[in-house]
Antibody
Framework: QVQLVESGGGVVQPGRSLRLSCAAS????????MNWVRQAPGKGLEWVAVIWYDGSNKYYADSVKGRFTISRDNSKNTLYLQMNSLRAEDTAVYYC????????WGQGTLVTVSS | QSALTQPRSVSGSPGQSVTISCTGT?????????VSWYQQHPGKAPKLMIYDVSKRPSGVPDRFSGSKSGNTASLTISGLQAEDEADYYCCSYAGNWVFGGGTKLTVL
Protein backbone atom coordinates (compact mmCIF):
# COMPACT_ATOMS: atom_id res chain seq x y z
CA GLN A 1 0.00 0.00 0.00
CA VAL A 2 0.99 3.61 -0.44
CA GLN A 3 3.21 4.90 2.34
CA LEU A 4 4.58 8.40 2.78
CA VAL A 5 6.90 9.10 5.70
CA GLU A 6 8.05 12.64 6.45
CA SER A 7 11.14 13.46 8.47
CA GLY A 8 13.44 16.35 9.22
CA GLY A 9 11.20 18.50 11.39
CA GLY A 10 12.33 20.08 14.61
CA VAL A 11 12.94 23.36 16.39
CA VAL A 12 14.87 25.99 14.45
CA GLN A 13 15.66 29.64 15.06
CA PRO A 14 14.18 32.37 12.86
CA GLY A 15 16.28 33.02 9.79
CA ARG A 16 17.79 29.54 9.76
CA SER A 17 17.22 26.67 7.33
CA LEU A 18 15.75 23.18 7.48
CA ARG A 19 15.26 20.40 4.94
CA LEU A 20 12.31 18.06 5.11
CA SER A 21 12.21 14.67 3.44
CA CYS A 22 9.32 12.42 2.44
CA ALA A 23 10.14 8.78 1.74
CA ALA A 24 7.63 7.15 -0.58
CA SER A 25 6.83 3.48 -1.08
CA UNK A 26 4.07 1.26 -2.41
CA UNK A 27 3.70 3.03 -5.75
CA UNK A 28 5.76 4.15 -8.74
CA UNK A 29 7.04 7.40 -7.28
CA UNK A 30 8.36 8.72 -10.60
CA UNK A 31 4.87 8.61 -12.08
CA UNK A 32 3.19 11.09 -9.72
CA UNK A 33 3.24 14.73 -8.86
CA MET A 34 3.86 15.46 -5.21
CA ASN A 35 2.82 18.24 -2.87
CA TRP A 36 3.74 19.76 0.45
CA VAL A 37 0.83 21.00 2.56
CA ARG A 38 1.20 22.55 6.01
CA GLN A 39 -1.02 23.17 8.99
CA ALA A 40 -0.16 25.68 11.69
CA PRO A 41 -1.15 24.67 15.22
CA GLY A 42 -4.93 24.93 15.58
CA LYS A 43 -5.28 26.34 12.07
CA GLY A 44 -6.39 25.13 8.66
CA LEU A 45 -4.57 23.50 5.79
CA GLU A 46 -2.33 25.54 3.52
CA TRP A 47 -0.97 24.27 0.24
CA VAL A 48 2.78 25.01 0.05
CA ALA A 49 4.27 23.62 -3.15
CA VAL A 50 3.90 21.07 -5.94
CA ILE A 51 6.41 19.33 -8.16
CA TRP A 52 5.58 17.44 -11.31
CA TYR A 53 6.33 13.72 -11.63
CA ASP A 54 9.61 14.35 -13.43
CA GLY A 55 10.62 17.49 -11.55
CA SER A 56 10.18 19.62 -14.66
CA ASN A 57 7.76 22.07 -13.07
CA LYS A 58 7.49 23.46 -9.57
CA TYR A 59 4.96 25.91 -8.15
CA TYR A 60 4.80 27.62 -4.78
CA ALA A 61 2.37 29.47 -2.55
CA ASP A 62 3.08 33.19 -2.41
CA SER A 63 3.83 32.87 1.31
CA VAL A 64 6.92 30.71 0.68
CA LYS A 65 8.01 31.75 -2.82
CA GLY A 66 11.69 32.61 -2.91
CA ARG A 67 12.38 30.95 0.46
CA PHE A 68 11.32 27.33 -0.02
CA THR A 69 12.42 24.90 -2.72
CA ILE A 70 10.68 21.65 -3.55
CA SER A 71 12.68 18.89 -5.20
CA ARG A 72 12.66 15.15 -5.67
CA ASP A 73 15.03 12.26 -6.27
CA ASN A 74 13.15 9.63 -8.23
CA SER A 75 16.04 7.19 -7.85
CA LYS A 76 15.57 7.35 -4.08
CA ASN A 77 11.76 7.66 -4.08
CA THR A 78 12.12 10.76 -1.96
CA LEU A 79 10.56 14.21 -1.96
CA TYR A 80 12.27 17.18 -0.33
CA LEU A 81 11.41 20.65 0.92
CA GLN A 82 14.33 22.99 1.51
CA MET A 83 13.17 25.79 3.79
CA ASN A 84 15.36 28.88 4.10
CA SER A 85 14.93 32.16 5.97
CA LEU A 86 12.41 30.56 8.26
CA ARG A 87 9.90 32.73 10.09
CA ALA A 88 7.73 32.16 13.14
CA GLU A 89 4.71 31.94 10.86
CA ASP A 90 6.24 28.89 9.15
CA THR A 91 5.63 26.90 12.34
CA ALA A 92 3.38 24.03 11.29
CA VAL A 93 2.98 20.36 10.69
CA TYR A 94 4.22 19.70 7.18
CA TYR A 95 2.57 16.93 5.19
CA CYS A 96 3.65 15.42 1.91
CA UNK A 97 0.78 14.31 -0.30
CA UNK A 98 0.59 12.36 -3.53
CA UNK A 99 -1.04 14.07 -6.50
CA UNK A 100 -3.79 16.65 -6.39
CA UNK A 101 -6.43 15.98 -5.26
CA UNK A 102 -4.45 14.07 -2.69
CA UNK A 103 -5.73 10.64 -1.77
CA UNK A 104 -2.53 9.77 0.07
CA TRP A 105 -0.86 11.74 2.85
CA GLY A 106 2.00 11.20 5.22
CA GLN A 107 1.65 11.50 8.98
CA GLY A 108 3.33 14.91 9.01
CA THR A 109 6.44 16.36 10.61
CA LEU A 110 6.36 19.32 12.98
CA VAL A 111 8.50 22.36 12.30
CA THR A 112 8.76 24.92 15.08
CA VAL A 113 10.44 28.24 14.34
CA SER A 114 11.34 29.91 17.60
CA SER A 115 14.23 31.67 19.26
CA GLN B 1 -4.30 33.20 -3.25
CA SER B 2 -7.02 34.05 -0.72
CA ALA B 3 -8.47 31.16 1.23
CA LEU B 4 -11.90 29.92 0.26
CA THR B 5 -14.70 30.82 2.69
CA GLN B 6 -16.29 28.12 4.80
CA PRO B 7 -18.55 28.39 7.86
CA ARG B 8 -16.52 27.89 11.00
CA SER B 9 -18.89 25.30 12.38
CA VAL B 10 -21.98 23.28 11.59
CA SER B 11 -23.85 20.71 13.61
CA GLY B 12 -26.50 18.06 13.24
CA SER B 13 -28.05 15.12 15.04
CA PRO B 14 -27.41 11.50 14.12
CA GLY B 15 -29.39 10.54 11.04
CA GLN B 16 -29.83 14.13 9.87
CA SER B 17 -28.20 15.81 6.88
CA VAL B 18 -25.81 18.75 6.95
CA THR B 19 -24.36 20.85 4.17
CA ILE B 20 -21.05 22.70 4.31
CA SER B 21 -20.52 25.53 1.86
CA CYS B 22 -17.29 26.71 0.27
CA THR B 23 -17.35 30.08 -1.43
CA GLY B 24 -14.69 31.33 -3.76
CA THR B 25 -14.51 33.36 -6.93
CA UNK B 26 -14.60 32.88 -10.67
CA UNK B 27 -10.81 32.45 -10.49
CA UNK B 28 -11.04 29.31 -8.38
CA UNK B 29 -14.26 27.48 -7.46
CA UNK B 30 -16.28 29.04 -10.24
CA UNK B 31 -13.64 28.67 -12.89
CA UNK B 32 -12.78 25.00 -12.65
CA UNK B 33 -14.48 21.72 -11.84
CA UNK B 34 -11.59 20.84 -9.56
CA VAL B 35 -13.07 21.16 -6.09
CA SER B 36 -12.17 18.55 -3.51
CA TRP B 37 -13.16 17.99 0.10
CA TYR B 38 -11.06 16.58 2.94
CA GLN B 39 -12.05 15.20 6.32
CA GLN B 40 -9.61 15.55 9.20
CA HIS B 41 -9.94 14.02 12.64
CA PRO B 42 -7.86 15.51 15.49
CA GLY B 43 -4.21 14.59 15.24
CA LYS B 44 -4.69 12.75 11.96
CA ALA B 45 -3.78 13.44 8.36
CA PRO B 46 -6.55 14.68 6.06
CA LYS B 47 -8.60 12.15 4.12
CA LEU B 48 -9.95 12.80 0.63
CA MET B 49 -13.75 12.52 0.58
CA ILE B 50 -14.77 14.19 -2.70
CA TYR B 51 -12.82 15.24 -5.80
CA ASP B 52 -13.69 16.94 -9.09
CA VAL B 53 -16.72 18.54 -7.38
CA SER B 54 -18.79 15.39 -6.96
CA LYS B 55 -16.72 12.23 -7.38
CA ARG B 56 -16.13 9.88 -4.46
CA PRO B 57 -12.92 7.92 -4.03
CA SER B 58 -13.27 4.22 -3.50
CA GLY B 59 -14.24 3.44 0.07
CA VAL B 60 -15.96 6.75 0.85
CA PRO B 61 -19.60 6.14 1.82
CA ASP B 62 -22.25 7.44 -0.57
CA ARG B 63 -23.61 9.47 2.35
CA PHE B 64 -21.03 12.03 1.27
CA SER B 65 -21.85 14.05 -1.84
CA GLY B 66 -20.55 17.18 -3.49
CA SER B 67 -21.97 19.81 -5.78
CA LYS B 68 -21.22 23.26 -7.15
CA SER B 69 -23.22 26.27 -8.24
CA GLY B 70 -21.41 29.29 -9.55
CA ASN B 71 -18.64 30.26 -7.15
CA THR B 72 -19.92 28.09 -4.29
CA ALA B 73 -19.26 24.41 -3.75
CA SER B 74 -21.05 22.29 -1.18
CA LEU B 75 -20.45 19.08 0.71
CA THR B 76 -23.54 17.28 1.95
CA ILE B 77 -23.40 14.54 4.53
CA SER B 78 -26.60 12.59 4.89
CA GLY B 79 -27.47 10.08 7.62
CA LEU B 80 -25.02 11.70 10.03
CA GLN B 81 -23.00 9.32 12.17
CA ALA B 82 -20.91 9.99 15.24
CA GLU B 83 -17.70 9.22 13.35
CA ASP B 84 -18.44 12.03 10.89
CA GLU B 85 -17.55 14.54 13.60
CA ALA B 86 -14.38 16.13 12.26
CA ASP B 87 -12.98 19.17 10.48
CA TYR B 88 -13.77 19.48 6.79
CA TYR B 89 -11.76 21.45 4.24
CA CYS B 90 -12.59 22.35 0.67
CA CYS B 91 -9.84 22.83 -1.88
CA SER B 92 -9.93 24.30 -5.36
CA TYR B 93 -7.59 24.64 -8.28
CA ALA B 94 -6.80 28.32 -8.84
CA GLY B 95 -3.72 28.22 -10.99
CA ASN B 96 -2.19 26.66 -7.94
CA TRP B 97 -4.24 25.17 -5.11
CA VAL B 98 -6.15 26.93 -2.37
CA PHE B 99 -7.89 25.52 0.69
CA GLY B 100 -10.86 26.79 2.61
CA GLY B 101 -10.48 27.81 6.23
CA GLY B 102 -12.14 24.65 7.48
CA THR B 103 -15.47 23.77 9.10
CA LYS B 104 -15.87 21.91 12.37
CA LEU B 105 -18.74 19.44 12.18
CA THR B 106 -20.30 18.51 15.50
CA VAL B 107 -22.63 15.54 15.73
CA LEU B 108 -24.99 16.34 18.58
Amino acid sequence: QVQLVESGGGVVQPGRSLRLSCAASGFIFSGYGMNWVRQAPGKGLEWVAVIWYDGSNKYYADSVKGRFTISRDNSKNTLYLQMNSLRAEDTAVYYCARETPAADWGQGTLVTVSS
Amino acid sequence: QSALTQPRSVSGSPGQSVTISCTGTSSDVGGYNYVSWYQQHPGKAPKLMIYDVSKRPSGVPDRFSGSKSGNTASLTISGLQAEDEADYYCCSYAGNWVFGGGTKLTVL
